[in-house]
C-alpha cells in the first residue's frame, strides 16, 4: 500500500558562557578627555569624579553563522555600593571583529542600537547582577558579513539621557580575575532543503557488464540485480545532475520499477564513479569494473519484488557526498553508479526495468542543502 517517507530538520538550541581572558579586554574612557584605563580594578558605570564609558570586550565568542540569539545579558559583580539610580545604555560595537581597546577607544566604536538599563536596586558587594536582554544588539553583530565562530564581541556602556545621577561599581577582570561575563542562548536553524529527481536520457545510460568475461551490453531491456546467466554489474549513469558545488546531499535513493518476478534473497553493494563528471559505458576502457568508486552501500533485497511497483534503495548521500566534495564537481556534470552482488548475498537477482524496457529506467531522487 502506499508509503509515507518523511524528512524533517531539528532546531538546536545552545547555551554558551563567554569570559575575558585578560585585564585590556575592559576598560573606562574619560568622556571630557578620552583617556583611557585598562588597569582599573573596578567598572563605574558611569560616573568616577566624571562622566565615562565603559568598554568590555569578549575576544572569542563562538557563535556560528545563521544563528538566531534570543537571550544575551551581561553578569556583573558587584565591587563596592553604588548611589543613585543611573540608568545607563548598553550598545555592541557594529563589526564583524572587534579590535583591541588599544586600537579605537569606546567612543571611536560605530555601535548597534542600544538598550537601556534603568539600575533602581542597590548593589551588594560580591552579588552578582544581571543586564536586560541584549538578544537585539548582538544579532545586529553576528548578522554582518564578515561574522564567523570565534570572532570578538565588544559592548560599549554609556550613560543613558536623562538619567539621574549615581552609579553602579562591578569587578573588573584586574579586580576579581572575572569580570564581566556574557551569557548567550542561541538557537540554529538548519538551512533550507532542495529536492532534485533526475532521469536517464539516453537508453545508453544504463548497462550489464557480464563478470567472467567484461561483456558489456547496453541495449538490455531490464537488469538483473545482479545475477542473469551469471553474476554481472549493473551500470546506471546520470549525464546531468543540477547540485551545485558546496552542496551538502541529506538523502539520495534511487527507484527501481520492477520489471518481472525475481529469485533468491539477494544482497547488492551500490557505489558511485569517485570522477567529477563520469563517463558514458564503454566496451573499450569505461566499464563498470574500470570505474575508481566511492565507498558503498549494501541492499538486502530479501523482500520479493512485485511487476510494476517501484522499489528505492538505501539512503546512498554519503556516496554521493563523497563525489560533491570533490575540487572538479561542477553542477550539471554526471554521476554513475555501480551495483554488485555482495559478499555473503546468495545467486538471487531482482529485476528491474532499464530505460529501453520502459523508457524510464531508474530514477535518482535528492534533498540536498546548498
Known sequence: GPVLR???????????TVRLSSGSDD????????????????????????E???????????????????????????????????AVDIAFDRTGSSSSWSSRKPSERSL????????????????????????????????????SSGNSLAAVISKSSGSPSGKRVAESY??????????ITYSLFPPPTESLVVRLTSDSDDCEEKVTN????????DLEL?????QQLIGIRWSSVDLPAGATVTEAVIDFTCDE?????????????????????????????????????????????????VYSSPDLSDQMNEVLSRSGWRSGNAMSVVIKKASGSDDGARIAESRDGNGVGPVLRITYRK
Not at 542597590?122 to 564578515?146: M, Q, T
Open 52 to 86: 565615562q564609558l565603559v568598554g568590555i570586550r569578549w575576544p572569542s565568542v563562538d557563535i556560528p553563522r545563521g544563528a538566531i540569539v534570543t537571550r544575551a545579558v551581561i553578569d556583573f559583580t558587584c565591587d563596592e555600593d553604588g548611589d543613585g539610580q543611573p
Open 27 to 50: 576598560c573606562e574612557e574619560k568622556v571630557g578627555s578620552g583617556s583611557v584605563s585598562t588597569g582599573s580594578t573596578d567598572l563605574e558605570m558611569t560616573d568616577d569624579n566624571g
Open 6 to 16: 518523511i524528512t524533517y530538520h531539528t532546531t538546536t538550541v545552545e547555551d554558551i
Open 174 to 183: 584586574n579586580g576579581n580575575g572575572v569580570g564581566p561575563v556574557l551569557r
Open 261 to 309: 518476478e525475481g529469485s533468491g534473497k539477494p544482497i547488492v553493494d551500490i557505489a558511485f564513479d569517485r570522477s567529477d563528471d563520469s563517463e558514458s559505458w564503454s566496451s573499450s576502457s569505461s566499464k563498470p569494473s574500470d570505474r575508481r568508486l566511492t565507498s558503498s552501500a549494501t541492499w538486502s533485497l530479501s523482500n520479493s519484488w512485485t511487476v510494476g511497483r
Open 226 to 230: 545482479t545475477q542473469e546467466s551469471q
Open 214 to 221: 567484461g561483456d558489456l551490453s547496453k541495449s538490455s531491456s
Open 112 to 147: 548597534t542600537s542600544s538598550t537601556t538599563w534603568s539600575i533602581a536596586e542597590s548593589w551588594r558587594p560580591g552579588s552578582v547582577y544581571s543586564s536586560p536582554n541584549l538578544a537585539w544588539e548582538v544579532n545586529e553583530v553576528i548578522s554582518l558579513s564578515g561574522w
